[in-house]
C-alpha cells in the first residue's frame, strides 16, 4: 500500500514555493522527475483542473488521472486520483510557514482497490522524496 511522506525545510519564501505549487499543478514535469507527459482534460477554476499525467521510473510507467484543487489559504494542493485501475486515494502538497520557518510537505495516500492483487510499480517513496528535494532544490535556486 503506498502510503509515504516527506517534509524538508526550504530556504525560501512561502510566497514563492505556494505560486511554484500552483504552477505544478499545470507544469508538473518542471518540478516532478519522471513526468514524460502532461494533459489538462478539463479546467474547473485557475485553481482546478482535472489533468492526465504519465510517470517514468526505470522500466515502470503509470498513466495518472487527477482532479487537483488548490487552497491559497491553507497553502495546501489536493491531488485525487480519478479512475485509477489499481489505487484510490491522493496526494497532499502543503507550505507550512511558521515563525518565517518555511517547509514543504508531501504525502502520498494511495490504497489499493484489491489489496490482493499483486501491482508492478515505481518506488512511490523515493519518487516523493525526489520530489520534494527537486521542488526545494528549485525554490531555493530561484530565491537566490
Do not use: C
Not at 10 to 24: I, T, Y
Not at 106 to 122: A, G, S, V
Amino acid at each position: 500500500m503506498p502510503f509515504t511522506n516527506f517534509k524538508t525545510d526550504v530556504h525560501a519564501s512561502a510566497d514563492l514555493l505556494w505560486d511554484m505549487m500552483v504552477e505544478k499543478i499545470r507544469r508538473p514535469d518542471k518540478f516532478v522527475p519522471g513526468v514524460v507527459s502532461v494533459e489538462i482534460l478539463q479546467e474547473f477554476s485557475d485553481l482546478s483542473v482535472e489533468r492526465r499525467m504519465t510517470v517514468k521510473d526505470g522500466n515502470n510507467s503509470k498513466i495518472i488521472r487527477e482532479i487537483i484543487t488548490a487552497d491559497p489559504v491553507t497553502r495546501t494542493v489536493i491531488f485525487k486520483l480519478k479512475d485509477d485501475q489499481a489505487y484510490t486515494g491522493y496526494v497532499l502538497n502543503m507550505v507550512f510557514d511558521e515563525d518565517g520557518k518555511v517547509e514543504l510537505d508531501y504525502t502520498m495516500h494511495w490504497t489499493p482497490k484489491n489489496p490482493d492483487t499483486q501491482i508492478n510499480e515505481p518506488n512511490w517513496e523515493s519518487a516523493i522524496h525526489n520530489a520534494v528535494l527537486h521542488a526545494k532544490k528549485l525554490a531555493e535556486a530561484e530565491a537566490g
